[in-house]
């Protein structure tokens, strides 16, 4: 049993099974259990806490994790003094930030932000809502949502600020945007204390590369092929690589083995390209990560 140990919040609910399939993809096996909050995890150094991404600042700043992943959004709704390490493009629905949008319903008398004056909001960011109306000089009653928040236009609130990916929920509901207070994205934080001790410090920035090459892999493949080397020139002007494509001299001299990343919805456009200008023996690989 090792003595050194790495205190790590993972955010439970919507992004709990996004972020562990993106440990995984990065090397590190973690099992939920049913009605555990102490994930287990394939690393003796790691002990992982399942935390609402909402409370994780506030625990990293004090120093009761070591570090975590949560949204920008709630950094900012804590005021957590925290450290970012990392910034992960990854959410439950895409690959795009979160949006913090402020709607009324579609035949609401609010259509520009001062017309919120005096009017109630509901939602879970009220700190971050009532510096954003601060900051356009608009007073407003700012109530804490404790959920399903949507619904509660017009009878219990006059608008919402409300965190959507897609806008369909909104739609749903008959609501339609005013205006967008905030784009989020998810960090990877800790805090100065552990960020100050070299094993912590070495041990997290070596999960972040891991967690950065799982995501830089994310919707790419390898693509290996023989070419001649009279082929090269016009094979080599198809493929769309990610960097310069790796060109290896075979047994034979007329021959050269060609290998390059790209992007896997472009797969079945260029292999017929590459096939007519003189690919041949053409295999298509998964990859776990890509590390610059």
Known sequence: MTDKILKLGIPA??????????????????????????????????????IRAQEMPRYVQDGS????????????????????????????????????VLAVPNDSPVHEIRDLRGKRIATEVVNLTRRWLAGHGVEANVEFSWGATEVKPPRLADAIVEVTETGSSLRANNLRIVAELL????????????????????????IVLMLQGAMAAEGKVGLMMNVRKSSLPAVINI?????????????????????????????????????????CGIVEYPLNKIID
């Open 65 to 100: 994790l070591d570090c975590g992943l949560t949204g920008y959004d709630w950094i900012l709704e804590n005021d957590a003094k925290i450290v970012e390490l990392a910034e992960l493009v990854f959410s439950k629905v895409s690959k795009r930030p979160v949006r913090w």
């Open 239 to 279: 493929l769309p690589a990610l960097q310069t494509p790796t060109v290896s001299s075979l047994a034979s001299s007329e021959w050269v083995a060609v290998n390059t990343i790209i992007d896997e919805c472009v797969v079945r456009h260029i292999v017929p390209q590459l096939k007519a200008a003189g690919a």
């Open 13 to 50: 609910g919507s992004l709990q099974e996004a972020t562990g399939e993106l440990f995984r993809k990065a090397g590190y096996k973690i099992t939920f259990a049913s009605r555990s909050y102490y994930p287990a995890i394939d690393d003796p150094e790691i002990r992982c806490t399942l």
């Open 183 to 206: 784009q989020s994205t998810t960090r990877f934080i800790t805090n100065s204390a552990a960020n100050a001790e070299p094993w912590k410090k070495q041990k997290m920035d070596d």
